[in-house]
């Protein structure tokens, strides 16, 4: 039985969590060290958590660290397609009773979650995203300690703002809108390089009423593990997310087939979820419902200028949205179009402030950029700086090194391209290489159409301009060339309530993490109509003359 009192009850107002800048002397900076140095002698034991049990299959993984690929931070393990329909059926065993609860008990639930991170786990989440996932302390800080927590406040905040939005009534009729939660399961799909996208994506349709199946990215357990924990503390009830670590088409082909799937909030590659969409596409008259599908996908970010931007200012707009986290950010700054007049002074300034960046373990607060995740990105990203080495259109302008002998290092790369559709200049490399087109400045509008239809994505951009007819030109130009666009700033840094993040075209479905309109992509409203005092014959008085 149901014993809350009755008072409609108000959400605390949420502010964006103060960042830590970790600065030398600060307790926080000291804090950070003894967690840093505390979990890289512990090696975790990963479980799949499937209705607040810890299940093992045998079937194990390995979590290391990105700039010592021989550290063993936890071994994990992964689920089989047994354990991937227990998670499934735990997922919809939980269901009423986390929909029979009141929407203020579940987001107390979060908020108190959110508290935790802030305060008594915010170091070790943050060592964990540093030493798993090769952040440097403030880019851990800014994703993994704020920017979750700032998902989960405003989030709970959104879910109020949703629930109050009611339709008017007329005389003698109550009307209202039921925000149900969805008919089945939702599958959340989470990337490697934001623990805060991987906390997220399986919270948000929890906070309104769903259950969940979480697939994390294999190359990032550690921090998504110390978070189901955290929830787990702060009272979420068994089965409401179950957590299943295994490779993609273990877990993923399942969840699709299933019919009680109920919707996908991923983030990932566009080809994978361009595969996603077309299999539940072929299985689409199998489901109970239509499933609700919310995706941010791949990015070509690009900063745009005009030869009337401060070059100090551009400058370092391309190194921070280039290089920090490695480049490994859905917006990271990849191209660039520079006008002629500006290159030389550019060109400079770049082989300067590059030639400035240390480069090394996370663990050592003065590097900048530390190695890419895995084997596999380093691959791939090093195979764009070999095309650019051995094929004409482009040239290293600076950097170009790699080495995988301890850690998965590639220095931070700029290439200069003659060809505006050379290979680097066109796809997404999801790493520390930045690609410059430089063009006459007298071609600003035919450049500007170049940036706009020389990419499949639409997910971050930005133009740098003092002149503002220049600046707003740029922006009508390029409507639809990203969701999220930038005056006079790097292309990366949204912060939840301030700047809701999401794209277009090859990049997602634009359905804005951090906004009120994601939430709504995890309730099916009901209008329900009552009429106090219901007619009692059919006839209506127009009937009544001859």
Not at 50 to 55: Q, R
Not at 90 to 97: G, M, T, V
Not at 275 to 295: D, F, Q, T
Not at 325 to 336: P, V
């Amino acid at each position: 039985m149901n014993v809350l009192n009755n008072a409609i009850i108000n959400v605390p107002k949420p502010i964006n969590e103060p960042i830590y800048d970790y600065a030398p002397g600060t307790n926080e900076r000291e804090s950070l060290k003894r967690a840093l140095a505390e979990m890289s002698e512990v090696v975790l034991d990963i479980p799949l958590v499937i209705g607040g049990k810890e299940i093992r299959t045998g079937n194990t993984g390995k979590v290391v660290m990105p700039h010592d690929h021989q550290k063993v931070m936890a071994t994990y393990q992964k689920a089989g397609p047994e354990e991937v329909q227990m998670a499934i059926d735990a997922a919809l065993a939980a269901k009423n009773d986390w929909q029979a609860m009141r929407w203020e008990e579940r987001c107390a639930i979060f908020l108190k979650a959110a508290e935790l991170l802030a305060g008594k786990y915010r170091y070790q989440l943050n060592a964990g995203a540093m030493l798993s996932a090769g952040k440097t302390a403030f880019q851990a800080e800014i994703d993994a300690a704020c920017e979750l927590i700032d998902f989960l406040r405003f989030n709970v905040y959104f879910a109020e703002q949703i629930y109050k939005n009611q339709p008017i009534s007329s005389p003698g009729v109550w009307n209202y809108l039921q925000y149900r939660p969805l008919e089945g399961f939702v599958f959340a799909v989470t990337p490697f390089n934001f623990t805060a996208i991987a906390g997220n994506l399986p919270t948000a349709p929890a906070i309104m009423g769903n259950t969940v199946v979480w697939k994390p990215a294999s190359s990032l357990v550690y921090t998504p593990y110390l978070f189901i924990r955290i929830l787990e503390e702060a009272g979420l009830p068994a089965g409401v997310i179950n957590f299943v670590p295994g490779s993609g088409a273990s877990v993923g082909d399942i969840c699709i087939a299933d019919p009680h799937l109920a919707g996908v909030h991923f983030t990932g590659s566009t080809p994978v979820f361009q595969k996603m969409w077309r299999l539940i596409g072929e299985n689409i008259a199998s489901y109970h419902a239509y499933p609700r599908l919310v995706g941010e996908t791949g990015g070509k970010d690009f900063v745009f200028a005009h030869a009337s931007a401060n070059v100090e200012e551009l400058t370092t707009a391309l190194v921070r949205g280039s290089f920090e986290y490695q480049g490994q950010k859905c917006s990271a700054a990849s191209r660039a179009y520079i006008p002629r007049s500006l290159w030389p002074q550019v060109e400079s300034l770049l082989r300067r402030d590059i030639g400035k960046i240390k480069m090394g373990p996370t663990t050592d607060f003065r590097n900048f950029v530390s190695a890419v995740i895995d084997k596999h990105a380093f691959s791939n990203i090093t195979q764009y700086i070999d095309y650019a080495k051995e094929n004409d259109g482009g040239e290293i302008l600076i950097g170009g090194g790699y080495d995988d002998s301890v850690g998965y290092y590639i220095e931070p790369t700029v290439i200069l391209a003659r060809n505006p559709h050379f290979k680097t200049m066109v796809e997404e490399i999801f790493g520390p290489v930045l690609t410059i087109y430089v063009y006459e400045d007298a071609d600003f509008d035919k450049t500007l159409e170049l940036c706009d239809t020389s990419s499949i994505y639409g997910l971050t951009g930005a133009i740098f301009a003092r002149d503002r007819q220049a600046a707003s030109v740029a922006i009508s130009r390029l409507e639809n060339a990203a969701g999220n666009f930038y005056i006079n700033d790097k292309p990366t840094g949204a912060v939840v309530g301030q700047q809701p993040f999401g794209g277009g075209r090859a990049s997602g479905t634009n359905d804005k993490a951090g906004a009120m309109s994601n939430l709504l992509r995890w309730v099916s409203p009901r209008t329900v109509k009552e009429t106090f005092v219901p007619p009692t014959n059919f006839a209506y008085p127009f009937m009544n003359e001859e």
